[in-house]
């Protein structure tokens, strides 16, 4: 699996407000953990499960 840092870079993500809905946090805590800021190595997995999907749409 890629780190989440290195598919944050492709143009084609879908925004924290989406990532945040389809799991059902706040976009405050999608930042905080995108950014390092937070911890949470399970939600980082869904959250990198999400962009993966999203990525093979746009694809």
Known sequence: MKPIKTIMEIKKFPYQR???K??????A??????SGKRKNPKM???????????LKKTA
């Open 29 to 34: 805590y999608v930042s905080l953990l995108l």
């Open 44 to 54: 980082l997995e869904k959250i990198n499960k999400v962009l993966e999907r999203k």
């Open 18 to 20: 989406e990532i945040s």
């Open 22 to 27: 389809e799991l059902g946090i706040s976009d």
